[in-house]
């Protein structure tokens, strides 16, 4: 069912191509309809096309078009829920755990997201995430759909290079950074089921075609970002131990690249928000019965608390990792209790966010494959926009697939998958995402904002060695 229109594109319509027009099928003797099944699913090489790549999707989306028609119907393109057939793996609640799936029978890529939003740690910070945010905590009000987004994304023009994977969404419902292990009894209110919620996820997956596969991309955002870290080698283990050895398994962790540091203001560990995070993964990980990779546990016998920070446990992996990271991430300025909103930051605040951006550049030294703006904000690889967002003049799709490359063949020169900026503070690269402000929900330049933080132009440009005038002229312009 190639639905080939020359011999140089292979191009697979995503759902297998059921409604190929009839044109199409009175051209094709039903011997060429056969799927090929060895080839990759969109194999094309974008370096020829990279200057022209608006054009380009143009194109592609008319010939995606032009195999099925799809302006009479919407094509079914959303994910599924199912409920974990092992019902004792469950949420917190002693709910049902489960996935949302839509599966590309053309493709031998899956992507499993683990989906984020901060954890509990003690009975309290739980019972009163379980009455403001149940459906984190819960299945019972899941919706039986969703959309893909960004790298989930089915639109080539949204998620050009992996489309048409089979993707998976695993909703976060065990309030532990993925890691628990640890069921509801009499005596606890909670299960915290975490990492067994992957691996029961995977186990139903391989009989859905996954033991086909030859790559898992195993992806995730802030404590979803986290949660791949601590489970990508027990994944590869899973399928290896199961005698799955052609599938490549490899994590993309986002906005889950957290420091250990010390917060602005010291604040006691009362709620989620201003815990200091190494006290509430101390307490958490006690709490949750949390797991950990055994290199890193091994590294940090009584300290595995130590594990759930990407710096230290990164080089005791395994398997390969891209790692995405805002320099200055939202989520890590808030439990360091830099607030913001309203009041302009004064200078010990200033000072602290860049030390942030220095200190985050410097763990991310050594890690050959990331993706690391500085940008002020919180996510990145399910947004609409993540093809937007450049380091350096390449866009994260592009940098994944450099790096999806290198783990095949030797890096392509001009196909660069180590990408950090340099500039020295929050939205100095023009790429950035919109801010707005938070009360008023207004749009802002990256003047306003720096003014809104207190930026001393003068200091800055005296910092900077250059003319006040020209670090304006270069904010104005975005540089």
């Given at each position: 069912r190639g639905g080939e229109t020359s011999n140089k594109i292979p191009l697979r319509p995503a759902t297998g191509g059921r409604?190929?027009?009839?044109?199409?099928?009175?051209?094709?003797?039903?011997?060429?309809?056969?799927?090929?099944?060895?080839?990759?699913?969109?194999?094309?090489?974008?370096?020829?096309?990279?200057?022209?790549?608006?054009n380009f999707m143009v194109q592609i989306k008319n010939l995606a078009q032009s195999l099925y028609?799809?302006?009479?119907?919407?094509?079914?393109?959303?994910?599924?829920?199912?409920?974990?057939?092992?019902?004792?793996?469950?949420?917190?609640?002693?709910?049902?755990?489960g996935y949302y799936i839509k599966e590309s029978k053309g493709s031998?890529?899956?992507?499993?997201?683990?989906?984020?939003?901060?954890?509990?740690?003690?009975?309290?910070?739980?019972?009163?995430?379980?009455?403001?945010?149940?459906?984190?905590?819960?299945?019972?009000?899941?919706?039986?759909?969703?959309?893909?987004?960004?790298?989930?994304?089915?639109?080539?023009?949204?998620?050009?290079?992996?489309w048409n994977a089979n993707m998976v969404f695993i909703p976060y419902c065990s309030s532990d950074v993925w890691s628990g292990a640890t069921p509801k009894t009499e005596n606890s209110d909670y299960a915290f089921m975490g990492s067994l919620i992957i691996k029961e996820v995977v186990n139903e997956l391989l009989t859905k075609g996954l033991?086909?596969?030859?790559?898992?991309?195993?992806?995730?955002?802030?404590?979803?970002?986290?949660?791949?870290?601590?489970?990508?080698?027990?994944?590869a283990e899973q399928l290896?131990?199961?005698?799955?050895?052609?599938?490549?398994?490899?994590?993309?962790?986002?906005?889950?690249?957290?420091?250990?540091?010390?917060?602005?203001?010291f604040t006691d560990c009362l709620d989620t928000i201003s815990c200091a995070p190494t006290e509430a993964i101390k307490r958490g990980i006690r709490y949750w019965g949390g797991l950990v990779p055994e290199s890193c546990r091994q590294a940090h016998v009584g300290e595995e608390w130590n594990c759930f920070f990407g710096y230290k446990v990164y080089p005791t992996l395994k398997s390969p990792v891209f790692v995405v990271q805002w320099?200055?991430?939202?989520?890590?300025?808030?439990?360091?209790n830099i607030h913001l909103t309203g009041q302009p930051?004064?200078?010990?605040?200033?000072?602290?966010?860049?030390?942030?951006?220095?200190?985050?550049?410097s763990t991310l030294r050594d890690v050959p494959a990331m993706f690391a703006p500085a940008c002020l904000s919180h996510e990145l690889i399910t947004?609409?926009?993540?093809?937007?967002?450049?380091?350096?003049?390449?866009?994260?799709?592009?940098?994944?697939?450099?790096?999806?490359?290198?783990?095949?063949?030797?890096?392509?020169?001009?196909?660069p998958l180590h990408l950090i900026d340099s500039c020295p503070w929050p939205h100095c690269n023009p790429s950035c995402p919109t801010i707005r402000d938070q009360l008023t929900g207004q749009e802002m330049s990256v003047i306003q904002f720096l003014k809104h933080l207190g930026f001393d132009v003068q200091k800055m440009a005296q910092q900077q060695g250059m003319d006040p005038s020209t670090l304006l002229g270069m904010l104005n312009n975005g540089n």
């Open positions: 409604a190929h027009s009839r044109r199409m099928q009175q051209q094709q003797p039903p011997a060429n309809r056969e799927r090929v099944d060895g080839a990759e699913s969109f194999p094309l090489d974008f370096t020829a096309v990279e200057g022209n790549m608006d028609p799809c302006s009479a119907q919407k094509l079914d393109q959303d994910m599924k829920l199912h409920f974990l057939k092992n019902v004792s793996v469950t949420c917190n609640d002693g709910s049902p755990a031998k890529r899956w992507l499993l997201f683990l989906e984020g939003g901060w954890y509990c740690f003690n009975r309290q910070t739980c019972d009163s995430r379980y009455e403001t945010m149940r459906r984190l905590m819960s299945s019972t009000k899941w919706p039986l759909t969703r959309t893909g987004t960004g790298i989930m994304s089915p639109q080539p023009e949204e998620n050009p290079h992996w033991d086909n596969a030859k790559v898992l991309l195993l992806a995730g955002s802030s404590a979803g970002g986290t949660g791949v870290l601590l489970n990508v080698d027990h994944v290896e131990s199961q005698g799955h050895l052609g599938v490549q398994v490899r994590g993309l962790a986002d906005s889950g690249w957290f420091l250990d540091n010390k917060q602005y203001k320099l200055f991430d939202e989520a890590q300025l808030t439990v360091d930051v004064h200078e010990g605040q200033w000072t602290y966010i860049q030390n942030l951006g220095q200190e985050l550049r947004r609409t926009y993540w093809m937007d967002i450049q380091v350096k003049g390449t866009s994260l799709p592009r940098a994944i697939h450099c790096w999806d490359r290198s783990l095949q063949t030797p890096p392509a020169r001009g196909c």
